[in-house]
């Protein structure tokens, strides 16, 4: 009886070791390009500058195949509008991501695809200078869906590289002016190559 227990409280002992040193964490760090299609809505015309940006992520694993994520993206641009027949107008904008996900991933060795869905927010915010025309803009911040796939591919047990599209369906902006309301929706597109650790 006594070595059934002492077997028993062995194998549990291994197996708690074995979850301890299992990597349920990590955080990544990458580059994105934001791009912006041209909107047409409410007689007027928006077109977005693409620009370079910093995507940072934290994943924790709920299961092997399933985690949840938060991330934090930042990008600047330049939003021009046209309103047809009275005024030209462009904006530089300081543009921040707060979004969270639900992350499906799958295993094949060393290369891990995944997929992920959530909502977040992205705030426009206009920068008062040279770049800007419209100095009466005001801050818009627009709830909206994440959606995106990608590929992790392991070059140690603690860190790997990622590669992911990310699309982003959010309200047009309108910086709080009648004259750039265009009532419509767009999708930003946001691909991203950074590096991950685990731990």
Known sequence: MKKTILLLGALMLSVAAG?????RQDVSISASGDFAPVIHGNAVQKTTTMTMGLLASYRYMLTPRSALELNYGYAQNRQKYVVYG???GGIHTLQQEFSGAYVYNLNFRNFNP??????GA?????????????FDAKQNTNIGALFGAG?????????DIRAEYRGFVVKTPDFGLDTFKT??????????????YHF
């Open 19 to 23: 979850y301890a040193q299992e990597s």
């Open 86 to 88: 009275k005024t030209n």
């Open 114 to 119: 995944f997929a992920e869905v959530g909502v």
């Open 122 to 134: 992205i705030i426009f915010h206009p920068l008062l200078d040279a770049g800007t025309s419209q």
């Open 151 to 159: 590929l992790a591919y392991e070059i140690s047990p603690s860190f």
């Open 183 to 196: 009532n419509r929706y767009e999708v930003v597109s946001k691909p991203t190559l950074g590096i991950a």
